[in-house]
């Protein structure tokens, strides 16, 4: 008796149903890829936005009421000045960023390589500091996040009665400090960064005056 072979009618149908199996095996491990790539790109993004947020706040908080800049004609004295694109202070690096002391600290929006803006930090040691004799930076400056379609930086001090007046995009007042900073960024929908409004406040103002108190929007004297 002899056995029944495979037409070659059956051979193209099997081969053409085991490509199907595979294409559609391979286009869902494709897109499982894709999608955990995604995943980790989102995430790689947060943790990103999350750590330079937290490392500006910080910088800002802590910034100390130390002159970097003394006019000897008029004895006026800079520990804080600011504009919408550019902020300068004496703070602390974290410990493992410094060799100890006050560092004179700098962000700064600048245009981006690839269009649009970045927010840039450098730092450098007070101790030392001559605006009129540049010198070469300890460390190069590091971009803390790109993709920036619009942005600023705001300043808000007290007035004459000692409430908070009104945010304004420049802080040019000799030897004092705003009473908070906000930063209002606008970012690229192709950069995939979300970057929320934050408001920081400057502690070395708060340790000088009294407290801010949020519910009066004034500063309470002696901390209580």
Do not use: C
């Not at 053409?16 to 955990?36: E, F, P, Q, R, Y």
């Not at 802590?62 to 970097?68: F, Q, S, T, V």
């Not at 929006?109 to 540049?134: M, S, T, W």
């Not at 502690?203 to 407290?211: D, P, Q, V």
Request: hydrophobic fraction near 40%; proline fraction near 6%; charge should be negative.
């Amino acid at each position: 008796m002899r056995t029944r072979g495979f037409t070659l009618v059956e051979l193209l149908l099997a081969i053409l149903l085991l490509g199907l199996l595979m294409a559609g095996a391979w286009a869902g491990i494709n897109t499982a890829v894709k999608a955990s790539r995604s995943g980790e790109a989102l995430i790689d993004r947060t943790n990103r936005v999350r750590v330079a947020q937290e490392f500006i706040r910080r910088q800002i908080r802590n910034a100390l009421a130390l002159p970097y800049i003394v006019d000897k004609s008029t004895g006026e004295t800079r520990t804080f000045e600011g504009d919408a694109d550019v902020m300068r202070f004496v703070a602390p690096m974290p410990g493992y960023l410094s060799r100890g002391g006050a560092y004179l600290q700098t962000l700064e929006l600048r245009p981006g390589r690839g269009g649009g803006r970045e927010l840039v930090f450098a730092h450098e040691l007070l101790n030392g500091y001559d605006p009129d004799k540049p010198r070469e930076a300890e460390r190069e400056p590091v971009i803390l996040i790109e993709g920036i379609r619009r942005a600023t930086f705001e300043y808000r001090g007290l007035d004459e009665t000692g409430k908070l007046g009104d945010w304004d995009e420049e802080w040019d007042e000799p030897g004092s400090q705003p009473v908070l900073v906000r930063m209002k960024f606008d970012m690229d929908e192709r950069s995939g960064y979300v970057w929320p409004e934050i408001v920081v406040p400057v502690l070395a103002n708060s340790a000088n005056a009294g407290f801010f108190d949020p519910f009066y929007g004034s500063m309470k004297p002696g901390g209580g």
